[in-house]
């Protein structure tokens, strides 16, 4: 375990008080190690998203432990919190989540905004970024004048830009139609097998999933299945 | 970063123009309000003096007046009389012109026409005292003003207004219950500095005046003017004691007059425009807090709108302090803004009123600069709440948020 990047030890996540609690994660334990491409399944309500958030720093669990980096991102403040999103995690989410009216380039620049980058420095990264996700050419179209696929593409550009260590993804193709999703698909499989990017990604089609290297199933806030890698556990 | 999250701000005001215009007019109208009210006053202050400086500083005003400490309320006021002017004239010395005066807005009439205009009785030293030319015929005489002639001399608005370019000399006019034969026409003067046209007027020998319109034997004011050179001061001195002994006034009472030279005048009369001013200035800044909350009401709804977008920003990194200072400065953009618009329709409304009532223009840069500095402010202190609400938002519920 000691190239594990993320690691839950009974994390439970609960909301609301006494006889009204709500358990969505109840003990959770999993690890996801460096350079792994991981799929999370689940029916919905059974707690793969509430440990998404955990594992993207965007959330914190109400009892167990969180590692990330080897650092115990549970017990982070909001501030510290985002410094460790802003340096290390990237995010893509169902429904690409970029500013309208503000051109891909501009869209990919920003995280590195809140990193005090200087502009022309910003402006280079971020023309890579698009060029490494096949949108060259593209930089100065707004999310309106492009594709579902196209978008996704530029939200992925966007949270490569930081050259983060984990990739976190929410549904990445859930708006796409099947011949977009195969190629979102292939340009994630890519980052994770050339750049060595750990992967961690939400998903409820079988296919989708079977891009990873192993898929965690939840159902009712506990692991069902880890995969087949389940002997280090 | 900073410039870069104004250029952001520049962009959000510029894509909700038509929201950002209505939001921005009320800084616009408060701050354009202040401006103009402000820039107006101290060019009626700057007028009054002008005025005032033109009639010279070596004019002294005496007039009737309560003793400081008379105790009891139902004092009466001892006015002066022909007898205060007559020791006047013949004890001071080193002065130029003592003129009596007393005067009242009196309705006249010519032919069909009629209008209100101050009608003023007084003496052939009048016009030295007050510096008054006379443009066509004659000034009034010493018989006149002794026997009480119905004779006088009309303004120049009354002139035009009756006569047009006609020829006035010998007319008869009606003024009041009485009626008068014009002996020429004054030169013109000109507006005050508080908007009175000096030119409606209707002169007359002061016996003419206390006999026919006011029906009394009181002289309202008298004119003391002293010789260039000669110290104000010593005359103030001069006429106090002379009036003290011609009124028999006890060492130990108070004058039961007064006497004051132009620039104490001045000054009163400065510091009545200023404190109008401030009290104008104090309605319009009210304008300015309701633009404020203008201004905050629109950025909760901006901060309302954006909850996704914020959350995004949250989620790649974002600090607190940097969504805060996003919609801080997107405030204060919006704001100041304003305030610039605001300062160029002030001014543009305090020119045209400037040479409306022919006084200075007078821009401070001082109340320009506050302005700027304050609708920034009010930007700041206004959007502060908004931003807050903004930057507190959980990423995970700003990033569901539709």
Same mark, same amino acid.
């Given at each position: 375990?000691?190239?594990a990047l993320v690691t839950?030890?009974?994390?439970?996540?609960?909301?609301?008080?006494?006889?009204?609690?709500?358990?969505?994660?109840?003990?959770?334990?999993?690890?996801i190690r460096k350079g792994?491409?991981?799929?999370?399944?689940?029916?919905?309500?059974?707690?793969?998203?509430?440990?998404?958030?955990i594992i993207g720093c965007l959330?914190?669990?109400?009892?167990?432990?969180h590692g990330f980096l080897g650092v115990d991102a549970?017990?982070l403040?909001?501030?510290q919190r985002a410094v460790l999103r802003n340096l290390y995690i990237g995010f893509v989410?169902?429904?690409?989540?970029?500013?309208?009216?503000?051109?891909?380039?501009?869209?990919?620049?920003?995280p590195l905004?809140y990193r005090?980058?200087?502009?022309?420095?910003?402006?280079?990264?971020?023309?890579?970024?698009?060029?490494?996700?096949?949108?060259?050419?593209?930089?100065?179209?707004?999310?309106?004048?492009?594709?579902?696929?196209?978008?996704?593409?530029?939200?992925?550009?966007r949270a490569i830009v930081t050259r983060p260590t984990l990739l976190v993804?929410?549904?990445?193709?859930?708006?796409?139609?099947?011949?977009?999703?195969?190629?979102?698909?292939?340009?994630?499989?890519?980052?994770?097998?050339?750049e060595g990017l750990t992967i961690a990604?939400?998903?409820?089609?079988?296919?989708?999933?079977?891009?990873?290297?192993?898929?965690?199933?939840?159902?009712?806030?506990?692991?069902?299945?880890?995969?087949?890698?389940?002997?280090?556990? | 970063?900073?410039?870069?999250? *104004?250029? @952001?701000?520049?962009?959000?005001?510029?894509?909700?123009?038509?929201?950002?215009?209505?939001?921005?007019?009320?800084?616009?109208?408060?701050?354009?309000?202040?401006?103009?009210?402000?820039?107006? =006053?101290? =060019?009626?202050?700057?007028?009054?003096?002008?005025?005032?400086?033109? $009639?010279?500083?070596?004019?002294?005003?005496?007039?009737?007046?309560?003793?400081?400490?008379?105790?009891?309320?139902?004092?009466?006021?001892?006015?002066?009389?022909?007898?205060?002017?007559?020791?006047?004239?013949?004890?001071?010395?080193?002065?130029?012109?003592?003129?009596?005066?007393?005067?009242?807005?009196?309705?006249?009439?010519?032919?069909?026409?009629?209008?209100?205009?101050?009608?003023? +009785?007084?003496?052939? %030293?009048?016009?030295?005292?007050?510096?008054?030319?006379?443009?066509?015929?004659?000034?009034?005489?010493?018989? %006149?003003?002794? +026997?009480?002639?119905?004779?006088? $001399? #009309?303004?120049?608005?009354?002139?035009?207004?009756?006569?047009?370019?006609?020829?006035?000399?010998?007319? #008869?006019?009606?003024? +009041?219950?009485?009626?008068?034969? *014009?002996?020429?026409?004054?030169?013109?003067?000109?507006?005050?500095?508080?908007?009175?046209?000096?030119?409606?007027?209707?002169?007359?020998?002061?016996?003419?005046?206390?006999?026919?319109?006011?029906?009394?034997?009181?002289?309202?004011?008298?004119?003391?003017?002293?010789?260039?050179?000669?110290?104000?001061?010593?005359?103030?001195?001069?006429?106090?004691?002379?009036?003290?002994?011609?009124?028999?006034?006890?060492?130990?009472?108070?004058?039961?007059?007064?006497?004051?030279?132009?620039?104490?005048?001045?000054?009163?009369?400065?510091?009545?425009?200023?404190?109008?001013?401030?009290?104008?200035?104090?309605?319009?800044?009210?304008?300015?807090?309701?633009?404020? #909350?203008?201004?905050?009401?629109?950025?909760?709804?901006?901060?309302? %709108?954006?909850?996704?977008?914020?959350?995004?920003?949250?989620a790649i990194g974002?600090?607190?302090?940097?969504? @805060?200072?996003?919609?801080?400065?997107?405030?204060?953009?919006?704001?100041?803004?304003? +305030?610039? @618009?605001? #300062?160029?329709?002030?001014?543009?409304?305090?020119?045209?009123?400037?040479?409306?009532?022919?006084?200075?223009?007078?821009?401070?840069?001082?109340?320009?600069?506050?302005?700027?500095?304050?609708?920034?402010? *009010?930007?700041?202190?206004?959007?502060?709440?908004?931003?807050?609400?903004?930057?507190?938002?959980?990423? *995970?519920?700003?990033?569901?948020?539709?």
């Amino acid at each position: 375990m000691t190239d594990a990047l993320v690691t839950f030890s009974d994390v439970w996540k609960s909301y609301g008080q006494g006889e009204a609690q709500v358990h969505a994660l109840a003990g959770v334990d999993l690890a996801i190690r460096k350079g792994e491409f991981v799929a999370i399944m689940g029916p919905s309500g059974s707690g793969k998203s509430t440990s998404m958030n955990i594992i993207g720093c965007l959330d914190t669990p109400t009892s167990g432990l969180h590692g990330f980096l080897g650092v115990d991102a549970g017990r982070l403040d909001r501030a510290q919190r985002a410094v460790l999103r802003n340096l290390y995690i990237g995010f893509v989410f169902q429904g690409y989540n970029l500013l309208p009216r503000t051109t891909a380039a501009e869209n990919v620049e920003l995280p590195l905004i809140y990193r005090g980058m200087p502009a022309r420095e910003r402006r280079d990264a971020a023309m890579q970024a698009l060029a490494q996700v096949g949108l060259a050419g593209r930089e100065h179209h707004t999310p309106a004048e492009l594709s579902g696929g196209q978008q996704q593409r530029v939200a992925i550009a966007r949270a490569i830009v930081t050259r983060p260590t984990l990739l976190v993804a929410d549904e990445p193709t859930g708006n796409l139609d099947t011949q977009r999703s195969h190629e979102i698909m292939d340009l994630l499989t890519g980052l994770n097998r050339n750049e060595g990017l750990t992967i961690a990604m939400v998903t409820h089609e079988g296919d989708i999933a079977s891009y990873a290297d192993r898929t965690i199933s939840f159902l009712d806030g506990k692991i069902a299945s880890q995969g087949y890698e389940m002997e280090s556990a | 970063m900073l410039w870069e999250t *104004i250029r @952001l701000a520049l962009r959000s005001v510029r894509r909700n123009a038509m929201r950002s215009v209505l939001t921005l007019l009320g800084i616009v109208i408060g701050v354009a309000a202040v401006i103009a009210m402000v820039t107006i =006053g101290s =060019g009626t202050t700057a007028k009054v003096r002008e005025d005032i400086s033109k $009639l010279g500083s070596n004019l002294l005003v005496v007039r009737a007046s309560r003793p400081d400490r008379s105790g009891t309320s139902n004092f009466t006021v001892r006015r002066l009389e022909q007898k205060d002017l007559d020791v006047l004239n013949k004890s001071l010395e080193d002065v130029r012109a003592v003129s009596g005066e007393s005067q009242s807005q009196v309705r006249i009439v010519y032919g069909a026409q009629n209008t209100a205009a101050q009608v003023t +009785g007084t003496d052939t %030293e009048y016009f030295t005292a007050r510096d008054w030319t006379v443009s066509l015929g004659r000034a009034l005489t010493e018989q %006149e003003v002794r +026997g009480g002639t119905g004779v006088c $001399l #009309i303004g120049q608005t009354i002139r035009t207004q009756f006569f047009g370019s006609g020829d006035p000399l010998d007319e #008869i006019i009606r003024v +009041g219950k009485t009626s008068c034969r *014009i002996i020429g026409t004054l030169g013109s003067k000109g507006y005050t500095g508080f908007g009175q046209d000096q030119d409606n007027l209707v002169l007359m020998p002061l016996t003419t005046y206390q006999r026919r319109i006011a029906g009394n034997r009181y002289i309202d004011t008298i004119y003391v003017s002293v010789n260039d050179g000669a110290s104000t001061t010593q005359a103030v001195a001069d006429v106090t004691a002379i009036m003290r002994e011609a009124r028999g006034i006890q060492p130990t009472r108070d004058d039961n007059f007064e006497v004051r030279d132009m620039t104490q005048i001045a000054d009163a009369m400065t510091s009545a425009t200023t404190a109008m001013t401030g009290m104008l200035g104090a309605v319009a800044g009210v304008s300015l807090l309701v633009g404020g #909350i203008g201004i905050m009401n629109i950025m909760l709804v901006s901060v309302t %709108e954006r909850t996704r977008e914020i959350g995004i920003r949250l989620a790649i990194g974002a600090h607190e302090k940097d969504i @805060l200072i996003q919609f801080l400065v997107e405030a204060t953009v919006l704001s100041l803004l304003g +305030g610039l @618009l605001g #300062i160029g329709l002030g001014l543009g409304l305090a020119g045209g009123a400037a040479s409306f009532l022919s006084i200075p223009f007078a821009p401070s840069l001082t109340v320009i600069l506050i302005a700027v500095v304050f609708s920034a402010l *009010i930007g700041m202190v206004f959007g502060f709440f908004p931003a807050l609400r903004g930057a507190r938002l959980n990423p *995970i519920d700003a990033l569901r948020h539709e």
